[in-house]
């Protein structure tokens, strides 16, 4: 029973900081690559932030210098700093995790946590 849980969206002005969270749980082997997306209403999916394994990182030019992508390999979990929000940052925010179950160990599955709201007011 993997899953992926987020926490810390919510209101925000223009200009303010959230910290988002994604703990991973379950009979996880290995988290390989986790990612962080965002949907807003009427809108694609997008990429909003990579890291690897190894603690690399890969940002879009619409949040670069602005969001960091950390993760805590201890604790399976991984974190999205978010500064100098701006109203077009107002989307659902979705957790995901390439990662390898106890369960098989030759295969590697995609997770997608549940998604938490985040609103920047202007």
């Known amino acids: 029973q993997v899953q992926l849980v987020e926490s810390g969206g919510g209101l925000v002005q223009a200009g303010g900081s959230l910290r988002l969270s994604c703990a991973a749980s379950?009979?996880?082997?290995?988290?390989?690559?986790m990612d962080w997306y965002r949907q807003a209403p009427g809108k694609q999916r997008e990429l909003v932030a990579h890291i690897t394994s190894g603690g690399s990182t890969n940002y879009p030019d619409s949040v670069k210098g602005r969001f960091t992508i950390s993760r805590d390999n201890a604790k399976n979990t991984v974190y999205l700093q978010m500064d100098s929000l701006k109203p077009e940052d107002t989307a659902v925010y979705y957790c995901?995790?390439?990662?390898?179950?106890?369960?098989?160990?030759?295969?590697?599955?995609?997770?997608w946590g549940q998604g938490t709201q985040v609103t920047v007011s202007s």
């Open positions: 995901h995790a390439d990662l390898v179950r106890f369960t098989n160990r030759r295969n590697t599955v995609s997770y």
């Open positions: 379950g009979s996880i082997f290995s988290i390989n690559a």
